[in-house]
T-cell receptor, first 112, second 112 residues
Framework: DTGVSQNPRHKITKRGQNVTFRCDPI?????LYWYRQTLGQGPEFLTY????????KSRLLSDRFSAERPKGSFSTLEIQRTEQGDSAMYLC??????????FGPGTRLTVL | GEDVEQSLFLSVREGDSSVINCTYT??????LYWYKQEPGAGLQLLTY?????DMKQDQRLTVLLNKKDKHLSLRIADTQTGDSAIYFC????????????FGKGTRLSVIA
């Protein structure tokens, strides 16, 4: 068990570009969550999956944000037409039937 | 509504005890969590308490829950310089896969 992993750890992009982040949950975890953390704030929930089903996506910040988990294992979060306000740490977490969510190291996005 | 409040800063001397406080508003919280975040890193689960408990101890960590006042605290005994980090309180409103609601975090500085 190597924990939740996220790639890349850092991403610098120019405004208007699309970016995609990947999250690999702990192997037996069927539930996966995405959060966003801006400077000086706690994590803010974006969306979550149970297996490949996306069960909550109303908190995604705009229609430029989308997430997938096609085979119920890893997940991707895509931001289209990035804006400077998208600069943040994007965190992924996973769990199973218990209620404890385990977090990955995050992907730090900087939009220039 | 969901709201978690924490004081933003705490400074203690090495060897002293640290007490980090948190208040929450939703009385239907089921679990309450403490996470630790070091600079540039993801969130590390420290401990959690179920809402029908009033205390939980785990080595140097003691969690106290006052459900009547909706107040949660984390006491770190014999605080070390390695404990310097941001500590987040989080609540989970319902059982199952609802997201966590985080406070803004308390930055703990340990002075040698």
């Amino acid at each position: 068990d190597t924990g939740v992993s996220q790639n890349p750890r850092h991403k610098i992009t120019k405004r208007g570009q699309n970016v995609t982040f990947r999250c690999d949950p702990i192997s037996e975890h069927n539930r996966l969550y995405w959060y966003r953390q801006t400077l000086g704030q706690g994590p803010e929930f974006l969306t979550y999956f149970q297996n490949e089903a996306q069960l909550e996506k109303s908190r995604l910040l705009s229609d430029r944000f989308s997430a997938e988990r096609p085979k119920g294992s890893f997940s991707t979060l895509e931001i289209q037409r990035t804006e400077q306000g998208d600069s943040a740490m994007y965190l992924c977490a996973s769990n199973t039937g218990d209620d404890t969510q385990y977090f990955g190291p995050g992907t730090r996005l900087t939009v220039l | 509504g969901e709201d978690v409040e924490q004081s933003l800063f705490l400074s203690v001397r090495e060897g002293d005890s640290s007490v980090i406080n948190c208040t929450y508003t939703d009385s239907s919280s089921t679990y309450l969590y403490w996470y630790k975040q070091e600079p540039g890193a993801g969130l590390q689960l420290l401990t959690y308490i179920f809402s029908n408990m009033d205390m939980k101890q785990d080595q140097r960590l003691t969690v106290l829950l006052n459900k009547k006042d909706k107040h949660l605290s984390l006491r770190i005994a014999d605080t070390q310089t390695g404990d310097s980090a941001i500590y987040f309180c989080a609540e989970k409103i319902l059982a199952g896969n609802t997201p966590l609601v985080f406070g803004k975090g308390t930055r703990l500085s340990v002075i040698a």
